[in-house]
């Protein structure tokens, strides 16, 4: 791990090292955290949806081999487009780092909405509560992720000032880690992480936990906001590339579309339930969830949990 580090005076030099544990990279052991967190978020609303273990199962087997071919994929496009060829040539060489969020995300999306759609078990499935679910629990994945980019030492900004507060705030491990190329840096990967966790915590535990917005709008909501962060932060990095400020401005439409279509435009085909979260009548007033089932259900399954739903008006 230490043999491409240079000192330079008392400091050490983190270009090109990619931080291990044992014979593991840490870039990996980050992506298959995120990964399995992110699972784990789907699986928690997925259950209380009440489909099947099976259908989730066959959108990870889709979803994750996808994401990391198109992630890989936009990557090298992006590598290619700026003449990088020495990258383009080890195409292959995913522990090195070289995974766009954006690529993963929009391969992986295509290709499972292909499978909710036009699958024989997947159309059980209804895609507006899909986009809900799955698409908001990314962004854990992508704040566990982004310290991948800490240990391979990417995914970093401009030139930062020793005597900078910006530079004193950092704790000791992250600042040292950011000297890279001769000089220090901001932590752009901190910045973007501490940003998706904050969206995660409110999207995911908030919105979807109490389904307070229509079933599709906090996946556009999700689109919405990360093609900002993204669009916001591209220019300050070390390395920006126009490509990705497109994709980025592709994603702040994209976003706006579906948040308008699904909670404003398009017909809300659903019965909608107020489901208590606690036993205690005395909670029942302020603590329920919400829950849209498809109006050729007659009513909600019920179990003893669900058993006091109350419909309310659509």
């Known amino acids: 791990m230490l043999e491409t580090i240079e000192k330079v005076g008392e400091k050490v030099d983190f270009a090109g090292v990619h931080l291990k544990i044992g014979p593991f990279y840490v870039y990996s052991l980050t992506m298959m955290l995120g990964m399995l967190t992110a699972i784990l978020t789907v699986y928690f609303f997925w ?143 901190l910045y973007e992480s501490m940003f998706n966790l904050t969206a995660y915590i409110i999207i995911v535990w908030i919105l979807n936990l109490y389904n307070w917005l ?7 909501i999700y689109v919405l906001y990360y ?8 220019p300050l990095r070390e390395e920006s590339f126009t490509i990705y400020k497109v994709i980025s401005a592709l994603y702040i439409v994209t976003g706006l579309v579906m948040i308008i279509m699904f909670e404003f435009v398009m017909k809300l085909n659903y019965n909608v339930y107020k489901i208590p979260m606690f036993k205690n009548e005395k909670t029942w007033k302020y603590f329920y969830f919400i829950v849209y089932e498809p109006k050729q259900k007659v009513k909600p399954i019920l179990d003893e949990k669900t058993k006091n739903a109350v419909r309310i008006k659509a």
Do not use: D
């Open 47 to 189: 259950r209380r949806e009440k489909y099947k273990l099976e259908q989730l199962t066959i959108l990870v087997l889709i979803g994750l081999p996808t994401a990391i071919v198109g992630a890989r994929l936009f990557f090298i496009l992006q590598q290619a487009f700026a003449g990088n060829w020495e990258t383009v040539k080890r195409f292959y060489a995913i522990w090195e780092g070289g995974l766009s969020i954006h690529g993963g995300v929009i391969v992986s999306s295509i290709c499972c909405t292909m499978y909710v759609s036009f699958g024989k078990s997947g159309k059980k499935i209804n895609l507006r509560k899909a986009m809900s679910i799955i698409l908001p629990a990314v962004l854990i994945g992508q704040a566990i992720g982004r310290w991948g980019n800490f240990a391979n030492h990417e995914v970093y900004g401009r030139e930062l000032s020793e005597t900078s507060l910006a530079f004193r705030l950092l704790p000791e491990l992250i600042r040292e880690h950011m000297y890279i190329n001769g000089a220090y840096h901001f932590p752009l990967f």
């Open 214 to 220: 229509r079933p599709g709008t906090t996946g556009g």
């Open 227 to 234: 093609g900002i962060i993204r669009f916001a932060m591209e």
